[in-house]
C-alpha cells in the first residue's frame, strides 16, 4: 500500500509537529518532504502531497479541504521568527519587500499595515535577502529561520519590548551601514492590533486520505515532540549555529503547537480581516476532522 505523503515546513518551528515521525516511533511510515511553506501549499494544492502544513491563508484559497484537529504553529504575543525590519518608524514606511517564502505573514502585513498602522506602502515579493530587501525597500519582512537569528541577534544588543518592538544598529544586523533599524515582532502587532493569537499554519488535507489511525498518528507525532523540545534545539543549534538555550526558550514560549477555542478565534479574526481587505474571495467557514473509534467527521463552523 502506497504510503501517504506529507509536505512539511523545514523551518524549526515545525520540528516538535514532525519529531515522531522523523525521529520517532513512526518514523519510516509516512512519505515525508520538506520546503518552506509556500511549496508546501503548492504541493497539496496540486495532489503532490496528501497532507502538509499550509500557511492559514492558504486553507482560504485551495478548496476542498478539511484541517485536522488541535495542530497548528501558533503565537501567543511575541513570536520572534516573524519580523519587519524598517529603516524608518512603521508609520512613515512607504516601500515593503515581503519575503517570497510566506503567504500567510504577507496577508498579515498587509492586514496590519491597513488596518493597524493606517499606511498603504507599494509592496513587492523578494528573496528573503536582507540586505538587498532593504537596499530596494523602506522595509523587509522576513519569516522563519532566517528571522530567528536575526530576533536572537538583537536581542543581545537591544532592548525588547513585550511586542517585540526594538531599535538596532544596522551592524548588529549584518549590514555595514551606520543606520538604525526599527524591528517588529508581527505576531505582537497583531496581538495589539486584535487582542488575539496568530495562527499562521494548519495540518491540512484532503477528505478521502484521512482515516482515524491518521489522525491519531498526527496527534502522537506532536505529543512526542512536545517531550524532546531539548534534543530538537541541540539538533538545531548544531545545524543553525545558535545557542540552544535560545532555541528551546523558542520552542517551549513563543511558538505554540495548539489549536484551543482562543486560537480558533484568532485563525477566524485573520480571515476576515483578509476577506475585507479582499486577500481572500470570501471568507468560508473551517471544516474540521474529528475522529470517533471507527470513522472521521467533517463539521464546519
Known sequence: MQKLRISIVQYLNTAPLVWGFTNGPLSGKYDLSF????QCAEALRTGAADIAIIPAIEYQRIPGLVVLPDLAIASQNRVRSLLILAKKPIEQVGSFALDRSSRSTQALTRILAAEHWKISPKFFEAEPDLHAMLENADAALLIGDPALRISIAIEKKSTVSPQGRAVCQAATLGIMSAEIFHVYDVVGEWRKF???PAVMAVWAARPEVLTPEVLADFAASRDFGLTQIAAISLEAAHDLELPQQALESYLRHNIDFSLGEENRRGLERYFHEAATLGLIA???KIA????????VQISAE
Open 35 to 38: 520546503t518552506v511553506p509556500s
Open 282 to 284: 470570501r471568507d468560508k
Open 194 to 196: 486584535s487582542s488575539l
Open 288 to 295: 474540521w476532522a474529528s475522529a470517533t473509534k471507527e470513522t
